[in-house]
Each structure stands twice: as C-alpha cells, then as structure tokens.
C-alpha cells in the first residue's frame, strides 16, 4: 500500500496568514503516461463529509476559493491556503487515487492563532 | 446535482453483516466514467478506503478487509451496497458513499451513516 505521510498534524495560523500543509507519498503518484500527479486535497469540518478541494495535484475543483492551492510532484506534495479565514478551520486530507488501495494521510487540523 | 445517501442499521452485533445502501439520485448510476466506493472514519480518527464497484459490477477491495467485504449495484434503482461480514467493534464508524472519477477522485460525498458495532 501507499502510505501518506502529512505534516504537520495540527497548525494554527492567524487570520489572512498563510497555512501550508505538506504530504508526503512512499511511492511515487505520477501516472507517466499524461503526467499528471494522481493526488487529491480534501477539507472536512466537523459533522460534514470530507470536500473535494484539489485534484491532479493542483487543479481546483468546482467553486473552490482562489485561496486555495495545491503544488507538487511524484512523491512531494503541499496544500497552500493563502490568506486565512474563518470558514477554514477544518481537518484537511490528501489522497493517492493512483492505485488501489486508495489511501489517505492522517489528516491536519487547521485552527485559528 | 448528484446526491448521495446512505442508509442502513446503525447498530449491528459483533460477527454479524453489516448492511449498507447507497441510493443515487439527480443523476444515472450508469452514465460517464464513474465508479462507487465506500469510505469509512471511525470517530476522531482518519479515513479508509473499503473499496469500489463499477456499473458493470466488478469490484476492487481493500485487501485489510477482502475476505469480508461484498458490494453490489442495482442500476434500475439507481444503487449500491455493501455488505461486511464478521464485523467486531473495529469496525464502528461513519460509513460514506461516494463517487469517483479516475481523473477527479472523490466527487461526491454521501453525508455518512454511523453504524455501531457492538452487543
């Protein structure tokens, strides 16, 4: 299995202060035939399923906030959000779904400085 | 707009099945390139893949779970299931239903039942 490593586990950022979270694959996630990063960032809040944020790495899903943005390649990944607000506080996840079994960091809880 | 839900017992015995079903609505199970999984996060913890099932019916499994996961689609009502066998209180946790694109990954999210293992 491919195990994902984030870090760190928690962080706490002031309001419109940038938050970066980084994950780390065992194994490469890089599909070498159209080189794209099969690597996904979700945000959960308490009591909600998890939401899609980036995909490919560092494409944003539908109606994602510019704030919001993903970087890396093969094994290296970080989660960027710009300028922090409120409605960010939440446990943030990155997933390998370049091979079964998908995998999933332990996740990151961002919280307010 | 595709919404999930999930539905099911919440509270099973130990080494009896879990049940579970997924019904799809604002959306055909069959059309595009999708595929439907089954995440489940005990509580306080993390998330884990149980494993997918594709319209035609072939599946793929977590291989921690292979001997005891089933999971089945019934296209006309717009569906899928799972069921985990032999389950012990390893298993309690919020189970969702999701779909996938092999491009976007997890999409769509069913708001989660919690099931409860225990006596």
């Known amino acids: 299995d491919i195990v994902m490593t984030q870090s760190p586990d928690s962080l706490a950022v002031s309001l419109g202060e940038r938050a970066t979270i980084n994950c780390k694959s065992s194994?490469?996630?890089?599909?070498?035939?159209?080189?794209?990063?099969?690597l996904a960032w979700y945000q959960q809040k308490p009591g909600q399923p998890p939401k899609l944020l980036i995909y490919?790495?560092?494409t944003r899903a539908s109606g994602v906030p510019d704030r919001f943005s993903g970087s890396g390649s093969g094994t290296d990944f970080t989660l960027t959000i710009s300028s922090l607000q409120a409605e960010d506080v939440a446990v943030y996840y990155c997933h390998q779904y370049y091979t079964t079994p998908e995998t999933f960091g332990q996740g990151t809880k961002v919280e307010i400085k | 707009q595709v919404q999930l839900q999930e539905s099911g017992p919440g509270l099973v015995k130990p080494s009896q099945t879990l049940s579970l079903t997924c019904t799809v609505s604002g959306g055909s199970i069959s059309s595009g390139s999708y595929y439907w999984s089954w995440i489940r996060q005990p509580a306080g913890k993390g998330l884990e893949w149980v494993g997918r099932?594709?319209?035609?019916?072939?599946?793929i499994y977590n291989p921690s779970l292979k001997s005891r996961v089933t999971m089945s689609v019934d296209t006309s009502k717009n569906q899928f299931s799972l069921n985990l066998s032999s389950v012990t209180a390893a298993d309690t946790a919020v189970y969702y239903c999701t779909r996938s694109h092999s491009r976007v990954a997890v999409d769509y999210w069913g708001q989660g039942t919690l099931v409860t293992v225990s006596s």
């Open positions: 099932i594709y319209t035609s019916g072939s599946t």
């Open positions: 490919w790495a560092s």
């Open positions: 194994q490469s996630v890089l599909y070498s035939s159209n080189n794209k990063n099969y």
